[in-house]
């Protein structure tokens, strides 16, 4: 579990989040939602150690960010976020860049750690482009491939920024189902999502922010009764009962474990 404590923090003299208190639990999927700017990333980076806190502070299994070592909580916290470079390199050795934190000098990679990595992209469904140049792939599949670094980390808390960034329709339901197999797994999973449907869809929580706080945390039921939504956005929302189309489980033959729908 992750608890944030009267959390505050930015970058230099400038402050985004501001005085948040939140549990991110664990076997559950926290999906945080609010406009452009209102401190969605900054509060992930502060959650996992990539920028420090000017007040409050950050707990990991009970234990404060501040009393462990970086490779501590490399170990205990994946980050995948939202913007990325494209390093001149393979697939696979992207992939296990995700077993820096386990090890030791120097980093020669153990049986292991290549097995951890090949799971992870066999279970992406990227193993067969394992030796393409990392620029060669097309944007999901790049994305992908972050996704299987972050899967080779072997962390009990995953935290993905904007995850289905350049993933169509399709593969953005294989994400779900994917986001849903890591919750089963134990994990406490927390995702920035700029969908409403899908946050709403995906997440048990949802965390509403504005303008660098938090204005409610609660199921997504409680959330949409609040009217917190209608209020950060600015938005009207109206549920309905019936729609007039239905979206079908996507139907793959490699990665992406998704269940059969029943008849």
Request: aromatic share 6%; with cysteine.
């Amino acid at each position: 579990m992750i608890e944030l404590k009267k959390l505050s923090g930015g970058y230099g003299q400038f402050e985004a989040v501001h005085d948040v208190s939140l549990s991110l639990l664990n076997g559950q999927i926290t999906a945080v939602i609010g406009p452009n700017g209102c401190g969605k990333s900054t509060l992930l980076k502060l959650c996992c150690g990539q920028l420090h806190p000017s007040r409050g502070e950050v707990l990991a299994d009970g234990r404060p960010l501040s009393a462990l070592s970086r490779t501590d909580i490399a170990r205990k916290i994946a980050l995948l976020p939202q913007s990325r470079t494209v390093p001149d390199i393979t697939v696979g050795s992207l992939v296990l860049h995700g077993r820096f934190p386990w090890l030791d000098y120097p980093r020669v990679y153990r049986t292991e750690d290549k097995a951890a990595a090949e799971e992870s992209m066999k279970r992406m469904g990227i193993w067969e482009k394992r030796h393409k140049l990392l620029a060669r792939l097309s944007g999901g599949e790049r994305q992908k491939t972050y996704l299987a670094m972050v899967l080779a980390q072997n962390t009990g808390h995953v935290f993905l920024d904007e995850p289905t960034t350049y993933l169509d329709i399709a593969h953005q339901l294989e994400l779900l189902v994917f986001l849903s197999e890591l919750k089963q797994e134990g994990k406490c999973v927390v995702t920035v999502l700029h969908d409403l449907g899908m946050a709403l869809e995906a997440a048990d929580r949802i965390a509403v922010m504005k303008d660098g706080r938090l204005m409610i945390t609660g199921t997504p039921e409680q959330v949409i009764a609040s009217g917190a939504i209608e209020d950060a956005f600015g938005v009207k929302l109206r549920r309905r009962e019936q729609i007039g189309f239905e979206c079908l489980e996507p139907q793959r033959t490699e990665g992406f474990r998704v269940p059969t729908a029943d008849p």
